[in-house]
């Protein structure tokens, strides 16, 4: 008789699949104010508790307590406001010209706006973000022109990419935002290497890394995790968890057995876990991180804990491998409407002044979109000699024959 | 003018373009305190510090990733993969990324990096020391691929490999770091010394990516060849006595298509020879580009003569690797063949 029984092979699986009742119960909410801020410049070694707990500011009464609460300018929390609410009114119109079949694809990000907006909000000039697709709000927070962000999404004749890239893979130097690539990664280990070029040249700029929870199963996000540990450069390393990569759960990039954000701890990198639904908490905890790189104390990753309401892009539909009522269940709730409360209940806004935001973003994004189309919808006007340009610096003579062959 | 080995001109190349430019920076596993595994940055740590040349964790796509993000920022990398045979976990930071931010970012931001790799066989490395991998990198738009076969070429590739505005893939066969190889594995090891291209000047110059290099003039066929296989082609005419010119096409792409088609449209008849595999090889693209240049004024069928289509063996390698007399006896067959 063998000694064994027979292996077993696991496959994880959510808690619930469609038909099933939307299910958080494993997963656990510390209440806000309660997980300890330590100075910047602490031993990483005394720290490893921030990955495994979940820091939170706001709480159910929307006051901002605990250490991270800090104080943070006014002025810095309407702008936050208004962009996460204009990120949301810009996806949603993006969406209806995608139904209208005036551009081919579109990715949302509702739900995750406090992520981008919070960080940016604490970044400054010069630094330089490595996004993915989902942070549009990083371009819409420091006011890129939003015709600009259509065109692209358009690939008309005003297009900055010239009709060559995927809707919503922007590139903007100028603000900070590095070329998103459609191959999942590839970005984490540009951040860590443009950081440790800052560092060489003893620059002062510092850069960010953002990766989904998904894609930390990718190789370049160990090989990230290694060059930063090792040469510590000035980086902050996001991960956006929003639970969701496409239609596989976190439990498939191995996001059940351990968080994403101990994943840093084995590489000697302080990591926070942070409710990313908390624009205050995200704000702070952006700033701390930022304040450690630009201080030279090195890299920190941040997971940031979110839940991607919106499909994964508009080619697939959620209510295929996911119950359509989750995102309602999902615990920590909408950033957009945590921030509203918070401030209503300082005296900072009002339910009045956000339905007039509200009308003001859908009608400027309505508007934008109107004049963004006079440039053409769904690759109009792009021009086939853009096909051969920029392949090079200077265009190799086979490359002059084949656009000749074309004939442009 | 100095006497320099392979190995010697490209630490000259990158010794001159890290004191010209402060924005060259030299890592790669190995290469900083230790000089590399074939000393190719010995020296250059010391004399440049370790911001400048440094080693980097067993990563390769790491080694890439983060020159890439490094060359966003505004620095000229000079990466080296220790093996070509290794750069296979780079090849989508390569393909995906380096080769393609100049365009999907309308020029934003551009990846002037030069990624160093050893390549080739008759070392008895086995498979995964021997490799010659040029074609997977002539494949992809926006890369650049370079096979210098002397010292002087190399120097001076690779100073304007490190000085162009886009990555350049420079692969550099090792059997010919120490001295050039004629495929006779069973004959004293020659040396760099005395040899006209091992004069090598110490300072900065540039030999042009995109053009080839006349090896040897000749009349009856034309042998279109890179890196170590330059020496196998002239060993094979010196045996054979059939008076072949011989060119050396230093960078593969872009490619110099004129000097080569030149060449056919006089001799008529044309070998391609190369170390790699030959299912769709380099030899391929050669083949093709002569053929629509040169339909009309071929005698015979273009032939290749390259690495067999397998693993590169270790024991078998003198069996693997297209020696003179494999070359001398095709030469001979393409003499022969029917016009």
Same mark, same amino acid.
């Not at chain 1, 991270?68 to 208004?82: C, P």
């Not at chain 1, 989750?326 to 269940?329: D, N, V």
């Not at chain 2, 240049?293 to 273009?302: G, T, V």
């Given at each position: 008789m063998?000694?064994?029984s027979?292996l077993?092979?696991?496959?994880?699986?959510p808690?619930?699949r469609?038909?099933?009742?939307p299910?958080f119960s494993?997963?656990?909410?510390p209440?806000a104010?309660?997980?300890r801020r330590p100075?910047?410049?602490?031993?990483?070694?005394?720290m490893?508790?921030?990955?495994?707990?979940?820091i939170?500011?706001l709480?159910?009464?929307a006051?901002?307590?605990g250490p991270?609460?800090?104080?943070?300018?006014?002025?810095?929390?309407?702008?936050?406001?208004?962009s996460?609410?204009?990120?949301?009114?810009?996806?949603e119109?993006m969406?209806?010209?995608?139904?209208?079949?005036?551009?081919? *694809?579109?990715?949302k990000?509702?739900g995750?706006e406090?992520i981008?907006?919070?960080?940016?909000l604490?970044?400054?000039?010069?630094?330089m973000?490595?996004p993915?697709?989902?942070?549009q709000g990083?371009?819409?927070c420091?006011?890129y022109p939003?015709?600009?962000?259509i065109c692209?999404i358009?690939?008309?004749?005003?297009d900055?990419?010239h009709g060559?890239?995927?809707p919503?893979l922007?590139s903007a130097?100028?603000y900070?935002?590095?070329?998103?690539?459609?191959n999942?990664g590839?970005?984490?280990i540009?951040?860590?290497?443009?950081a440790? /070029?800052?560092?060489?040249k003893?620059d002062?700029k510092?850069a960010t890394?953002?990766i989904?929870?998904g894609?930390?199963a990718e190789?370049d996000?160990?090989?990230?995790?290694?060059n930063?540990s090792?040469?510590?450069?000035p980086?902050?390393?996001n991960?956006?968890n929003?639970q969701?990569?496409i239609?596989?759960?976190q439990g498939?990039?191995?996001?059940? !057995?351990?968080?994403f954000?101990?994943?840093a701890?084995?590489?000697?990198?302080?990591?926070?876990?942070?409710d990313?639904?908390?624009f205050i908490a995200?704000?702070q905890?952006?700033?701390?991180?930022i304040?450690r790189?630009?201080?030279?104390?090195?890299?920190?990753?941040i997971?940031?804990v979110?839940?991607?309401?919106?499909p994964?892009?508009?080619s697939?539909?959620?209510s295929?491998?996911?119950?359509?009522e989750?995102?309602?269940?999902w615990?920590l709730?909408?950033p957009?409407?945590?921030l509203?409360?918070h401030?209503?209940?300082?005296?900072l806004?009002?339910?009045?002044?956000?339905k007039?935001?509200?009308?003001?973003?859908?009608?400027?994004?309505r508007?934008?979109a109107?004049?963004?189309?006079r440039?053409?919808?769904?690759?109009?006007g792009?021009?086939d000699?853009?096909?051969?340009e920029d392949?090079?610096?200077d265009?190799?003579p086979?490359?002059?024959?084949q656009r000749q062959e074309?004939?442009? | 003018m100095?006497?320099?080995?392979?190995?010697e001109a490209?630490?000259?190349a990158?010794d001159?373009? !890290?004191?010209?430019?402060?924005?060259?920076?030299?890592?790669?596993?190995d290469?900083?305190?230790?000089?590399g595994?074939f000393r190719?940055?010995a020296?250059?740590?010391?004399?440049?510090g370790p911001?400048?040349?440094f080693?980097s964790?067993i990563n390769?796509s790491?080694?890439v990733?983060?020159?890439i993000?490094m060359a966003?920022?505004?620095?000229?990398?000079?990466?080296?993969?220790?093996?070509?045979?290794?750069i296979y976990?780079a090849?989508?930071q390569i393909?995906?990324e /380096?080769a393609?931010l100049?365009y999907?970012?309308?020029?934003q931001?551009?990846a002037?990096m030069?990624?160093?790799?050893p390549?080739?066989?008759?070392? *008895?490395g086995?498979?995964t020391h021997?490799?010659?991998?040029?074609?997977?990198?002539?494949?992809?738009s926006g890369l650049?691929?370079?096979?210098?076969?002397?010292?002087?070429?190399?120097?001076?590739?690779l100073?304007? /490999?490190?000085?162009d505005?886009d990555?350049v893939v420079?692969l550099?066969?090792?059997r010919?770091?120490?001295g050039p190889?004629?495929?006779?594995?069973?004959r004293p090891?020659?040396?760099w010394?005395?040899h006209?291209?091992?004069?090598?000047?110490?300072?900065?110059? =540039?030999v042009?990516?995109?053009?080839?290099?006349?090896?040897?003039?000749?009349?009856?066929?034309?042998?279109? =060849?890179y890196?170590?296989m330059?020496f196998?082609?002239?060993?094979?005419?010196s045996?054979?006595g059939?008076?072949?010119e011989?060119?050396?096409?230093?960078t593969?792409?872009?490619?110099?298509i004129d000097?080569?088609a030149n060449?056919?449209r006089?001799t008529?008849?044309c070998?391609?020879?190369?170390?790699?595999?030959r299912?769709?090889g *380099?030899?391929?693209?050669?083949?093709?580009?002569?053929?629509e240049?040169?339909?009309?004024? !071929?005698?015979?069928?273009?032939v290749?003569?390259?690495?067999?289509?397998?693993?590169y063996?270790h024991a078998?390698?003198?069996q693997y690797?297209p020696?003179?007399?494999?070359?001398?006896?095709e030469?001979?067959?393409?003499?022969?063949?029917a016009?």
């Open positions: 063998p000694e064994y027979p077993t092979f696991r496959v994880p699986e808690p619930v469609p038909g099933g009742e299910d494993k997963f656990d909410v209440k104010g309660t997980v100075e910047v410049d602490s031993d990483p070694d005394d490893k508790d921030l990955a495994t707990s979940l939170r500011v709480n159910r009464n006051e901002a307590v991270w609460a800090g104080d943070i300018d006014t002025d810095l929390l309407l702008h936050g406001l208004r996460m609410m204009r990120t949301r009114s810009f996806d119109r969406m209806t010209l995608q139904r209208q079949g005036k551009t081919s *694809f579109y990715m990000c509702t995750e406090a981008a907006v919070g960080q940016q604490a970044l400054l000039p010069g630094d973000n490595f993915t697709y989902r942070q990083l371009l819409i420091q006011d939003i015709v600009d962000m692209q358009l690939s008309n004749e005003r900055p990419l060559r890239q995927l919503v922007y130097r100028e900070g935002f590095f070329t998103i690539s459609g999942l590839t970005q984490y540009h951040a860590v290497g443009w440790m /070029a800052s560092a060489i003893g002062t510092i890394g953002w989904g929870d894609s930390t190789n996000f160990h090989a990230a995790l290694v930063a090792v040469y510590q450069p980086v902050v390393l991960i956006v929003n969701w990569a239609s596989s759960y498939i990039a191995g996001g059940d !057995l351990a968080t954000a101990e994943r701890l084995g590489y000697g990198i302080p990591s926070l876990r942070v990313g639904n908390d995200v704000h905890v952006s700033k701390w991180a304040e790189a630009r201080r030279n104390l090195g890299p920190t990753l997971e940031w979110t839940y991607r309401v919106a994964h892009s508009t697939d539909d959620p295929k491998y996911r119950p359509r989750e995102s309602a269940a615990p709730g909408d957009i409407l945590r509203k409360n401030l209503i209940q300082r005296g806004w009002s339910e009045e002044r956000h007039q935001a509200e009308a003001e973003f859908d009608e400027e994004m508007l934008t109107k004049e963004a189309e440039y053409g919808v769904m690759g109009e792009a021009s000699r853009d096909i051969f392949v090079y610096k265009m190799p086979h490359l002059s024959k074309l004939g442009v | 100095a006497q320099m080995s392979m190995i490209i630490r000259s990158m001159v373009m !890290l004191g010209r430019d402060e924005n060259v920076v030299v890592f790669g596993e290469v900083g305190y230790f000089g595994v190719c940055t020296g250059l740590q010391e004399k440049y911001t400048r040349v080693d964790p390769e790491g080694i990733g983060a020159g993000g966003a920022y505004g620095l000229r990398p000079c990466v080296e993969v220790q093996f070509a045979d290794y976990p090849y989508d393909v995906s /380096a393609r100049r999907r970012s309308a020029g931001f551009t002037s030069t990624i160093r790799s390549c080739g066989g008759g070392i *008895f086995g498979q021997s490799q010659s991998p040029e074609a997977l990198f002539t494949h992809v650049k691929t370079i096979v210098p076969s002397t010292p002087y070429d190399a120097k001076g590739l100073i304007s /490999a490190i000085e505005d990555p420079f550099e066969p090792k010919l770091y120490n190889f004629d495929g006779h594995p069973d090891a020659q040396s010394a005395g006209p291209q091992g004069d090598v000047p110490e300072d900065h110059y =540039t042009p990516i995109g053009k080839a290099r006349l090896v040897r003039d000749g009349f009856d066929a034309t042998i279109v =060849t890196g170590t330059c196998v082609a002239e060993a094979a005419v045996e054979t059939i008076d072949a011989i060119i050396d096409l230093r593969l792409l872009p490619l110099d000097t080569i060449s056919v006089k008529g008849r070998m391609i020879l190369h170390e790699a595999t299912t769709s *380099f030899g391929a693209e050669l083949s093709a580009q002569i053929q240049e040169c339909f009309y004024n !071929l005698e015979a069928p273009i290749r003569v390259t690495g067999w289509d397998t693993p063996p078998q390698e003198w690797f020696g003179p007399e494999r070359v001398g006896r030469l001979t067959n393409l003499m022969e063949a016009s």
